[in-house]
């Protein structure tokens, strides 16, 4: 019996998206190790790279913590399994959120290299560097799939079950990057 044709296609572009990923992070960590400029530029900004990659450590602990927070005190069984989920959605958020900011900071690099912006700019980022001076630059290509499951279910049950922690640390991520640029002069 032949496989359904919809099915071979659901679980190709599900690979692609577990996988292409993983690829995207091996490229930007090669590159790093290959490009003077890349590392150059990080190496110069580590003021403020290591407070981003501490808000990233906060942020992925807290989603790390979201199974556990939803599920321990139910049942048993749900409680082994928010157990079991905690280490996957902290390793899983951590790398999501660190390849998005480094692909981030691959981008400003690029543009500072160029001595331009790499791309056209979009409404939002244009608004927030004529009021905010800010300039964000080209925004980074975000593994969707991976950032829902890891980063945006965790943070949804931990603004549903702790919103005195989920709503400040979600205000300080989305004011991260425009701290960043607008420091990064």
Avoid at 52 to 63: E, F, K, P, R, Y
Avoid at 117 to 131: D, F, G, L, P, Y
Avoid at 160 to 184: E, N, S, Y
Wanted: hydrophobic residues 55%; proline residues 6%; contains cysteine.
């Amino acid at each position: 019996m032949a496989g359904i044709p919809w099915q071979s296609t659901l679980q190709h572009k599900l690979g692609q998206q577990l996988l292409v990923p993983v690829d995207d992070a091996m490229g930007l960590a090669r590159r790093y190790r290959e490009l003077d400029a890349f590392r150059d530029y990080v190496a110069a900004r580590l003021r403020l790279v290591v407070p981003a990659c501490a808000l990233i450590g906060v942020t992925a602990i807290a989603c790390g913590l979201a199974p556990v927070m939803a599920l321990v005190g139910t049942q048993a069984f749900a409680a082994l399994l928010g157990l079991l989920l905690a280490p996957v959605a902290l390793v899983g958020s951590l790398f999501v959120l660190l390849l998005v900011f480094f692909s981030w900071l691959e981008e400003r690099s690029l543009a500072r290299s160029l001595g331009h912006r790499t791309s056209r700019e979009h409404k939002a980022a244009r608004w927030i560097r004529k009021k905010l001076r800010a300039d964000l630059g080209r925004l980074p290509r975000v593994p969707w799939l991976l950032a829902t499951l890891f980063v945006g279910l965790p943070f949804v049950v931990l603004l549903r079950m702790t919103p005195l922690i989920g709503i400040p640390l979600l205000v300080v991520l989305a004011a991260a990057p425009i701290a960043f640029a607008r420091l990064d002069r």
